[in-house]
């Protein structure tokens, strides 16, 4: 298994490099207009690591489809060579999870060099939201959630093709564009019924202690991962 497991990381570290590289391109980016705004207001009150916030949300859409298209390309790849699936899930399981925590690691040092640089530019300038404790606390399990998520979602599409590719485009759809507008309404009406409900959601889900939403993640985590076990044990190959 170990052979194994070096080699994944030897075939797919070009993978994860370049999702540094993303990361990086859009944290400048971010940067970049972060100091153009700060530019055009006299004086600067407050800063924000918009760089961060970029970062993360290409990180976040980055991981999820590089996962989803991983999982059946090397699943054709590693088990048409004659890898057992059992080996391939384990170790393509094992080089996901570490990529998805070495891109949380690395959110994190660009938000504390942003925080860093924020205090050279713009002195005695408040930060809207210290991000880095935040990222710190839920940045990995984050991260692995969503990569185990990616590899699930890449299962199904193995497993059932287009019919499934339907579901999880509504899916994704909903999350893009249905839920920030479903926010956005009910912060304008908040006494219309999509605001109380959207507010007592909020309400729950604050009370809710860390530890729960953690093990909540690792579940997910695990589930997903079982779940594609349980698609690919029996998945013919095809080396089409």
Request: one cysteine or more; glycine letters at 8%.
């Amino acid at each position: 298994m170990l052979e194994n497991l070096k080699r994944q990381f030897a075939v797919q570290w070009e993978t994860a490099a370049a999702g540094c590289a993303v990361m990086l391109g859009a944290w400048l980016t971010g940067v970049v207009i972060h100091a153009v705004i700060q530019g055009m207001r006299e004086p600067p009150d407050e800063v924000v690591a918009l760089g961060t916030c970029i970062a993360c949300v290409a990180a976040a859409v980055y991981l999820l489809f590089v996962m989803i298209g991983q999982i059946s390309l090397y699943f054709r790849v590693e088990v048409g060579m004659g890898l057992t699936r059992r080996n391939f899930c384990l170790t393509h399981f094992v080089f996901c999870l570490a990529e998805a925590l070495g891109y949380a690691a690395v959110l994190i040092l660009l938000c504390a060099a942003e925080d860093r640089m924020n205090g050279l530019l713009y002195p005695g300038k408040d930060s809207l939201a210290d991000l880095v404790p935040y990222l710190c606390r839920w940045a990995f399990p984050g991260a692995a959630a969503l990569g185990a998520l990616g590899n699930f979602a890449g299962a199904l599409l193995m497993r059932f093709g287009r019919r499934i590719s339907v579901v999880l485009w509504a899916v994704w759809m909903l999350l893009c564009i249905g839920v920030p507008r479903i926010f956005e309404a009910a912060e304008k009406t908040p006494e219309s019924p999509a605001g109380r409900v959207w507010a007592g959601i909020i309400r729950a889900a604050s009370g809710i202690p860390r530890y729960l939403w953690l093990l909540l993640l690792a579940a997910v985590s695990l589930a997903c991962f079982a779940a594609c076990w349980t698609l690919l044990r029996r998945h013919p190959v095809d080396v089409c």
